[in-house]
């Protein structure tokens, strides 16, 4: 009985390892083809993702303010409606944000790009004339800076950005969501799952542990709660961060009386999200527009504020908001900023790290977990 059962086992092994390859082999073959299946997946179920990923970012707020409401004895309604309030307390807080940026930061941002592009010839020309009036023997009249300037001139920024293209731009990030309609689905999903949340938490819960083992089920409920709190605590922190630089910058700048202040300030904290090259690009570009727009010396005295500012945020600001949550290596964040960026654009440099940081949890477990049958040998 007992070889009969490990023939079938093998058997099992050997049909299932061979199921598989012919999976492996059939994906490979049709490949453009799942690709465009997967696509078109993703253009479907695109409301909901995106009304998932506005749950997981308001899901703590909603948290703390049911937790507030709760505490409120003295009036029943809010007490027993406290979930239903805190959702629409914290979608009210939301909108209200959301409206002050469209109507005073995002207007004079555009404002400035625009300015930027139609006057960009004449503060290359001015910049050029300056470089010229200088002593022959000025470190920028070299050879490497002035082609480094000269190329500036190559690049095309009405091309990129003007009234059209910027039409353009907002159509197209419309059509990312099919237009109003699928906003509007996103919407209700978000607050759906915002007011479902332990429900849906529960079933999944009593769903995993029906499937697996009370061991598994105990594990994969405890890498869950681990990943969940990398994933929030690293895109929550990042955003309040980038936040706190942008607005730090933006005032910095305007105190120097550089021209573009807020759309650089902006820029800065935008690319902030990215760890470590983000800062980089984004200052080295604030320095370039700076240096056309008021001189090198305006341009070498916003570098070294913007620079301390980048420090101050790097070691005060950012380890007070992130935290240690992470805990990996700096190498390790340049080789999953590289890789992500790499293969997944700006979205796969910006999750890579708490990808990582998941990964390297599993792998040090499973590494701990190697060693202790070993040494029970």
């Not at 910049?127 to 190329?151: C, G, Q, R, W, Y």
């Not at 594990?219 to 990943?227: D, E, L, R, T, V």
């Not at 550089?258 to 080295?284: E, R, S, T």
């Amino acid at each position: 009985m007992k070889e009969k059962k490990q023939g079938l086992t093998k058997w099992l092994y050997w049909f299932l390892l061979g199921v598989a390859i012919i999976v492996v082999y059939k994906t490979l073959d049709n490949f453009d083809q799942i690709k465009e299946w997967i696509g078109n997946l993703f253009d479907v179920l695109g409301p909901f993702i995106i009304g998932l990923l506005i749950a997981y970012l308001l899901y703590i707020p909603c948290k703390k303010v049911e937790e507030f409401y709760k505490k409120s004895k003295k009036i029943k309604f809010i007490n027993k409606k406290a979930r239903l309030l805190s959702v629409i307390t914290v979608y009210i807080i939301a909108i209200i944000i959301i409206a002050l940026a469209l109507n005073f930061v995002l207007p004079a941002i555009a404002k400035s790009i625009v300015d930027l592009v139609n006057n960009f010839q004449n503060y290359y020309n001015s910049t050029m004339n300056a470089i010229n009036n200088l002593p022959e023997d000025s470190v920028l009249k070299s050879d490497v800076v002035i082609d480094a300037i000269e190329s500036i001139q190559h690049i095309d920024l009405k091309q990129f950005i003007n009234l059209e293209r910027l039409t353009q731009y907002a159509k197209g990030a419309i059509n990312i969501v099919n237009g109003v309609f699928n906003i509007f689905v996103a919407f209700i999903v978000s607050v759906y799952l915002l007011l479902e949340r332990r429900e849906i938490l529960n079933f999944i819960k009593k769903l995993i542990r029906a499937i697996f083992r009370k061991e598994v089920y105990k594990n994969i409920g405890n890498y869950f709660n681990k990943s969940n709190e990398i994933f929030f605590k690293f895109l929550s922190s990042q955003f309040l961060d980038a936040i706190v630089v942008g607005i730090l910058t933006s005032i910095a700048m305007s105190l120097l009386g550089v021209k573009y202040a807020l759309l650089l300030g902006f820029m800065i904290g935008l690319f902030n999200l990215i760890p470590y090259f983000g800062a980089i690009i984004a200052v080295i570009i604030a320095i370039i527009v700076t240096l056309l727009t008021g001189g090198f010396g305006q341009a070498l005295l916003m570098a070294i504020i913007v620079i301390i500012l980048q420090q101050i945020d790097a070691n005060i600001i950012n380890p007070k908001i992130v935290g240690n949550s992470l805990k990996i290596s700096p190498l390790l964040v340049i080789f999953a900023v590289t890789i992500g960026g790499a293969y997944f654009g700006v979205l796969g440099m910006f999750l890579a790290v708490p990808i990582v940081a998941v990964l390297k949890i599993l792998i040090s477990d499973y590494i701990e977990y190697k060693n202790k049958i070993k040494n029970a040998e």
